[in-house]
Every structure is written in structure tokens, then in C-alpha cells.
Nanobody
Framework: QLQASGGGLVQAGDSLEVSCAAF????????MGWFRQAPGQERKFVAV????????ELSDSVKGRFTISRDIAKNTVYLQMNSLKPEDTAVYYC?????????????????WGQGTQVTVSS
């Protein structure tokens, strides 16, 4: 079970952090990702982190502005978003799966949080 929180309304250039608490098994094979979906668009990959090794990757559209991290003790993954742009406006979803797979594809993920709205005004 995943529970996302921290979305909101901000202005362009502001920062915002969204978090996702994972309840249940958090083994070394856990992979947690963030996706976002704007109205009328498909769900798109934003960031991913492998739980045990901390290996992480970001989409090109957010590299240099967003950071993904995790707190193992709290079973929580964070997405720190800086220099936000209006085009970052979307519902942000955290997701998870165990093992290996194409982490760019939402179809790989077995568990999803409820989504949190991030709105960036110009």
C-alpha cells in the first residue's frame, strides 16, 4: 500500500516536495517510482529509485530540477521539485514493484498510490 502526500499550488520557480509512504514489505528488491499525468495525457515517468542500492534515475524533463530520495527507516520516498514550471502541473503518482523490469513503463508497477495534485501557476 502506498500513500502519497505533499502536493499543492505554487508559483513558477517555487519548490515543493511530495512524499510517498510505503506500508508493508520493503525488501531489497523494491523499486519505487514517480509518474505524473496531466489532463488529456498519458501517465509519464518522472523518477525512480532502487530501494536497497539507492540507484536513481530521472527523466530528462526534470533532470537538474528534481531529486528523488528515500528514508529507509520511514519507508518513505521523496520527490523534491525545484524551479517548478507550469508544464510540471499534473497529478503525481508514486508506484512500486519488486524485482527487475522496465521502470520507465507504468505497466511494470504493481502498486500505486492515490495521486497528489501539483499545480504550478505562471
Amino acid at each position: 500500500q502506498l500513500q502519497a502526500s505533499g502536493g499543492g499550488l505554487v508559483q513558477a520557480g517555487d519548490s515543493l516536495e511530495v512524499s510517498c509512504a510505503a506500508f508493508g514489505r520493503s525488501s531489497g528488491s523494491l523499486v519505487m517510482g514517480w509518474f505524473r499525468q496531466a489532463p488529456g495525457q498519458e501517465r509519464k515517468f518522472v523518477a525512480v529509485i532502487r530501494w536497497s542500492a539507492g540507484i536513481r534515475e530521472l527523466s530528462d524533463s526534470v533532470k537538474g530540477r528534481f531529486t528523488i530520495s528515500r528514508d529507509i527507516a520511514k519507508n518513505t520516498v521523496y520527490l523534491q521539485m525545484n524551479s517548478l514550471k507550469p508544464e510540471d502541473t499534473a497529478v503525481y503518482y508514486c508506484a512500486a514493484f519488486y524485482g527487475n523490469g522496465d521502470y520507465y513503463s507504468p505497466r511494470t508497477y504493481d502498486y500505486w498510490g492515490q495521486g497528489t495534485q501539483v499545480t504550478v501557476s505562471s
